[in-house]
């Protein structure tokens, strides 16, 4: 079924044993100076033993000046060859090829990361960036052209198999090949051929420098998809001109940092929704093509390929989400494959505040380099109270420990507030998620006890060694006049079905929770208000899904309050106050969304976690969990 996932690819005389493909993403594991560190070396380890065929590693900076984050991996002296020599050795005991992705940030960084203004082709402000950039001189470019050759060959002698030129997302190399950063009108201007002349001085560098049995791979933004910027159709010449310049491998990517919600799709986006960009690029050249863009699933990236819309598929955050993806597809153990969820929270939304990446639903991610999970001796008897993703995770970590686990749990199924959370438009991926901590913890042999509301003194008179409380949290109701009428009702009474609603919804908090049932609402056909007392719509949502979620609820027309308080609940109708003007608006139903308080029993020695403990996000409950049941 997968036969053209799993078949060999030989590239300049090097075999690549399967399709499975790891882009390059941004860990922010090395240290300040680019040196490699156990965790980053470990983490690409991990990969290559769970049976990715190519590896293509995260930015090499060609220049400490060319850093778009503070712990990327460097190549730009001759120092740093030797502790990055270890990464290529340990990936190739493996099987696996390995690639080093190398690139110049240019303006698409800051005065934090680099200690100076960025540079870039014209003098023009990256919006994600607040220092103005500087314009590069001739004879700058033509330093930087080297820069790239000398990473390269410093590549060469670490061992890896190749090099990857980063000309996408927005980077250096893009900003000169597209009209919407380049505004130059010298040899590196103007027309198209003068803006590729940077990128095609670079490859030929790369080339000379590190021979003809090393490969050169170049990724490239099909579509940069913003006002000015370049499109498949220049894309596809660029490809050509690459070929003839002799690049080997095309990773056909999409976006710049403007448009960064097409570079790390969230759910809201397609699956594998850029193949039919790459097919478009395969059509213009006769090299390899890589094809990314939330390709998750092994028989979707089977298919893909074996459609002839590209050569490799690049699966890049559903390798963070499981190392070994590839061997588990393989023996047909699809239902162990832990797959992306698409909520961008721990890997872009964490590395965006330039620290090391984590992943929301694997919180073993990063801490590769602490080996498997080890037997405790002796065994306990854990009861844990609460079957969504914090207790779950307990239970799969402890019962991996060699513990002996109960999960109790109140409802008929599992999941918790999580569950809740898969149910509005474009979020179902996080229902699967629930779904394979339920096999697991199955396979492991830990039982849930459904429909069973434990009490405290049930739990103080059982004999277990260690109590892990995971209740959860409930909806808060307000002090507001009228959030008592019958026609008021919580986020759990919509979701869960509990309650029909008029044609007229008033949703109070414009949190997360209540701006995805406001949007789960108006797809419904309702028509709704979302009234927020802050000034800011979803504000801890991860960049790409918040901008898709406010599109959505633009798109459904739902009219959005923010800086407005709610003065009283009628019975049709909702008095709202924006500074000093009141108004009224029609509701045959009010959704309370202002928030979730920590359900709690109070059991002697037992052990909180996830939001019974303190109300947060799925990222620290399911890290807390790991964390707690390594600790037993």
């Known amino acids: 079924m997968l036969d053209a996932l799993f078949s060999p690819y030989t590239l300049k005389g090097k075999t690549i044993k399967n399709r499975c493909t790891v882009p390059a993403m941004v860990t922010n594991y090395c240290t ?6 156990e965790k980053f070396i470990a983490y690409h380890e991990a990969r290559a033993k769970g049976g990715w065929g190519l590896i293509i590693t995260e930015d090499y900076a060609v220049d400490p000046l060319g850093k778009g984050f503070s712990y990327v991996a460097g190549l730009w002296n001759d120092k740093q060859i030797e502790g990055h020599k270890e990464l290529p050795k340990r990936v190739h005991a493996y099987g696996s090829t390995i690639l080093a992705q190398i690139y110049h940030c240019g303006r698409q960084t800051n005065e934090g990361v680099i200690g100076t203004n960025p540079v870039a082709p ?60 380049n505004k130059r009108v010298d040899c590196y201007g ?31 933004s099909t579509d940069e998809f913003i006002e000015g910027g370049r499109t498949l159709e220049e894309s596809k010449v660029v490809v050509s001109m690459l070929e003839m310049a002799g690049v080997d491998l095309i990773h056909a990517s999409a976006g710049v940092y403007a448009s960064a919600d097409t570079i790390i799709a969230s759910s809201y986006i397609g699956h594998a929704w850029l193949a039919d960009y790459a097919a478009e690029i395969k059509k213009s050249c006769n090299i390899p093509v890589i094809a990314v863009g939330r ?68 919180p073993e991610l990063g801490k590769e380099v602490n080996g498997p999970i080890k037997l405790s001796k002796p065994p306990k008897n854990i009861a844990i109270v609460g079957a969504g993703p914090a207790g779950m995770q307990a239970g799969i970590t402890a019962a991996k420990a060699g513990h002996n686990v109960t999960i109790f749990e109140k409802e008929s199924r599992a999941g918790g507030q999580f569950y809740l959370a898969s149910i509005p438009p474009c979020k179902g991926e996080i229902s699967a998620f629930i779904n394979w901590q339920v096999t697991q913890l199955d396979k492991l042999g830990v039982e849930i006890k459904y429909n069973t509301n434990i009490s405290a003194k049930d739990l103080a008179n059982g004999n277990y060694d260690k109590i892990i409380i995971a209740t959860g949290g409930k909806s808060v109701k307000p002090n507001i006049n009228g959030a008592n009428l019958p026609h008021v009702v919580t986020i759990e009474d919509v979701l869960l079905g509990k309650t029909m609603v008029g044609a007229n919804v008033v949703v109070i908090g414009g949190g997360s929770a209540g701006a995805e049932v406001a949007n789960h609402l108006a797809v419904h056909l309702k028509s709704v208000t979302l009234v927020e007392m802050g000034g800011v719509i979803a504000p ?55 928030g979730v308080e920590p359900v ?27 964390e707690v049941a390594l600790a037993l």
């Open 32 to 37: 300040k100076d680019g040196e490699a560190t």
């Open 122 to 181: 014209s003098a023009i402000q990256c919006p994600f960036s607040p220092n103005m950039s500087r314009e590069l001189t001739i004879d700058e470019i033509k330093k930087i052209i080297t820069q790239f050759g000398d990473t390269a060959y410093r590549a060469k002698q670490c061992g890896f198999d190749g090099v990857e030129i980063h000309g996408a997302h927005g980077y250096l190399i893009a900003q000169f090949m597209s009209p919407y950063t």
């Open 190 to 220: 103007g027309t198209l051929e003068n803006r590729v002349k940077f990128a095609l001085e670079i490859v030929k560098d790369v080339r000379q420098k590190c021979g003809e049995d090393f490969i050169i791979g170049f990724r490239i």
């Open 295 to 362: 390709i998750t699933e092994p028989k979707i990236a089977n298919s893909l390929i074996k459609s002839g819309k590209a050569d490799f598929a690049g699966m890049a955050r559903a390798s963070l989400v499981d190392s070994k993806l590839p061997n588990k597809a393989k023996d047909s153990n699809f239902e162990d494959i832990r797959q992306c969820i698409g909520c961008n929270m721990g890997c872009i939304g964490v590395l965006f505040t330039d620290n090391p990446i984590k992943c929301t639903i694997n």
């Open 540 to 594: 801890t949502e991860a960049l790409a899904p918040r901008w898709n979620l406010l599109s959505s609820l633009e798109k459904r027309k739902v009219q959005i309050k923010v800086n407005t308080t709610v003065e009283e609940i009628k019975e049709n109708s909702v008095v709202i106050k924006t500074g000093d003007c009141i108004s009224e608006i029609p509701a045959d139903n009010v959704v309370l969304a202002v």
């Open 600 to 626: 709690s029993l109070d059991v002697p020695n037992a052990i909180i976690i996830g939001d019974a403990e303190k109300v947060g996000n799925a990222l620290t409950a399911i890290e807390k969990g790991h």
